[in-house]
């Protein structure tokens, strides 16, 4: 994974949209806007915070723009600032030209797939990301329950009652109320979050300089603070919490010092350190708990023994550095994504090639979940779209949710009911919800 200094620079120069005509100034800032560190125009903001409002279901079928863009208002049809969009968007590369060698290789999927429909889009709950490469900063833990970052906060959104709250803050100083070996009890100052991952009642933050927070959310304060490593390259890349072979909880991190550490939440201790030749971006753990799909720094991924961290069998096809992998509930189906815009497909029972390529349309692949039933599969891209597979019609067909925004993270909902997407904008930054279409439907208002 790049470093800070190369990711703030990259941020803040190649993905501005501001670059579009003039005239599509509203409210004296340009949509689409990304910078999502200057102050100077707080006083603008608030007002159009509040003339921008969020959209129900029932005003989207009555023809609302579902982020409130006033398109009415702008010198730019949608259609045409797609356009823009698609010719203009950068996609960032570590191997040159990547995006361009996996045409050959991608499934035609059929577009047009209706498996969630648009529910509503939230503006108070302002997501955003610190790093541009790390997307997996919105959890979802009930279809009514979603966690997510908002600058230097961990907030809870109820869709149900409309209300957000604070769990908690890492601008100032945030140490553990419990005494555990190994937690380092004078805690942390103005953590910088990368990562998150939110299970149950169990929330995880990863931070810049290796910092793992755990807060047991049925429980008052920090109950365990510890950093992975002192090395200057230490920035904690993914979280995943699960269940260990004897029922404790565990998570795993992955670090850009090469490592995988496994941490016992029962004990809280770490019981597993495994080192690879590349920085790790992401890891997934097989249902059954014996393999970990492995990707990072390397075009080639690995798929690993979870007691030992050996190599199990190498994964070769992409073309970049991979940010994100998943598995499928059946336990031999999961997928990687990758900075060559692609998702591949994989069946653990037969690594020679992917099952299926997966094309995006802007960028890399940064994001992947597949529903608890398996049914679906969501593939985020860096910003504007996520796509929904149908998986048990071997990935023919798709939903194409179509946006503006760079995306912060996707996130079923454990029952499958709902899907959450994560908007990071400077004007219009937002929380969508979409619900699961079933042969019912509910009132909406």
Known sequence: MSNQEEEMDYANADYEMGE???????????????????????DEHDYLDNKITDTSAAEARKGKDIQGIPWDRLSISRKKYRQTRLDQYKNYENIPQSGEGTEKECKLTRKGGVYYEFWQNTRSVKSTILHFQLR?????????????????????????????????NVSGHVAPSEKHPGSLLEGFSQTQVSTLAVRDNLLIAGGFQGELICKYLDRPGVSFCTRTTYDD???????EIYDGPSGAIHFTASNNDCGVRDFDMERFQLVNHFSYPWPVNHTSLSPDSKIIAIVGDNPDGMLVDSQTGKTIAPLHGHLDFSFASAWHPNGYIFATGNQDKTCRVWDARNLSKSVAVLKGNLGAIRSIRFTSDGQFMAMAEPADFVHVYDVKNCYDKEQEIDFFGEISGVSFSPDTDSLFIGVWDRTYGSLLQYNRCRNYSYLDF
């Open 20 to 42: 579009f005509e003039e005239d599509m100034y509203f409210a004296g800032r340009i949509m689409g806007d990304t910078e999502s560190e200057d102050d100077d125009d707080d």
């Open 136 to 168: 997996n900063l919105v959890w979802s833990t009930s279809k009514h329950d979603v966690y997510l970052m908002s600058h230097y906060s961990i907030i809870h959104w109820s869709s149900l009652s409309s209300k957000k709250t604070e769990v908690l």
């Open 233 to 239: 390259n230490a920035i904690t890349n993914a979280i």
